[in-house]
């Protein structure tokens, strides 16, 4: 398991030559080494939409790596219940309920309170709040009621009742900035290879049928396109 540091070594941009370092974290590091056991039930919330998931799929890799026994639960938009399940690094998917400030999914407040009572029921061990600086996030993460929680908070922000924080850094790709997070909870180590960094969309035999089919009158070369990012700095990527 890797050693976290107060200051969290992350790679830049591919192809940019520069490194981030993201500001120290006003708590403890190393939330697995301290808490009394690994963590044997873990939470992750994401509730964002397919291209941030696909983001998160090295850090799905490298919690799986630290807790190889653990039952990893996430927490995430309904239209991506077939996603968690093709993840080799998910076990279970709880469609997120809504919650003031996370525009994502429209607040039901008896949906929320039942969606609650039920995350509370299943006594976490560890809640990991992977959904930006946490404002917002950070709140609902709480009301999961794990023994320990974890997550992003803004720059300059103290981590408030949250276990262990990371000031979310304000440059570098998503994928980098939520390895660090997993680095600083003692989960991956940022010297490995960049091959850690490579996203993950699992297909299925059937998924290559489909498309074969669907392409079967069609000339090459092969174009794919989507124009649907929310904001404009995703359609220059």
Same mark, same amino acid.
């Given at each position: ?5 107060? !200051?969290?070594?992350?790679?830049? !941009? ?9 500001? *120290? =974290? =006003? ?21 964002? !939409? ?8 090295? /850090?799905?890799?490298?919690?799986? /790596? *630290? ?9 995430? %938009? ?8 093709? &993840? ?6 709880? =469609?997120? @309920? ?12 008896? =949906? $929320?309170? #039942? ?5 509370? /029921? ?35 922000? $103290? @981590?408030?009742?949250?276990? $262990?924080?990371?000031?979310?850094? $304000? ?15 003692? *989960? ?15 297909? #299925? ?8 089919? %669907?392409? &079967? ?12 990012? #929310? ?5 220059? #990527?």
């Amino acid at each position: 398991m890797a050693q976290a540091s107060g !200051r969290i070594f992350m790679c830049g !941009r591919r192809g940019h030559g520069r490194h981030v370092v993201a500001p *120290a =974290a =006003a708590t403890l590091t190393d939330v697995f080494g301290r808490l009394p056991e690994p963590p044997r039930k873990v939470a992750l919330l994401r509730p964002s !939409r397919i291209g941030d998931f696909l983001c998160a799929t090295p /850090a799905f890799r490298a919690l799986r /790596a *630290a807790l190889p026994d653990a039952e990893i639960t996430m927490i995430t %938009l309904p239209m991506l219940a077939e996603l968690v399940r093709r &993840s080799p690094a998910l076990d279970r998917f709880a =469609a997120f @309920p809504g919650y003031p400030g996370l525009a994502e999914q429209l607040f039901d407040a008896r =949906a $929320a309170a #039942r969606f609650f009572a039920a995350m509370q /029921a299943e006594r976490f061990d560890l809640a990991i709040q992977m959904h930006g600086s946490g404002v917002h996030a950070n709140p609902f993460a709480l009301m999961l009621g794990a023994r320990a929680t974890a997550g992003f908070v803004r720059p300059g922000d $103290a @981590p408030g009742r949250l276990d $262990a924080a990371l000031a979310f850094p $304000a440059e570098g790709h998503e994928t980098e900035r939520l390895l660090a997070l997993c680095s600083h909870l003692g *989960a991956f180590d940022p010297s490995q290879p960049s091959v850690a960094t490579r996203t993950e969309f699992p297909l #299925r035999d059937e998924d290559h049928a489909a498309a074969a089919h %669907l392409l &079967s009158n069609a000339s090459r070369p092969y174009i794919g396109f989507h124009p649907f990012a #929310r904001h404009a700095r995703d359609l220059r #990527r």
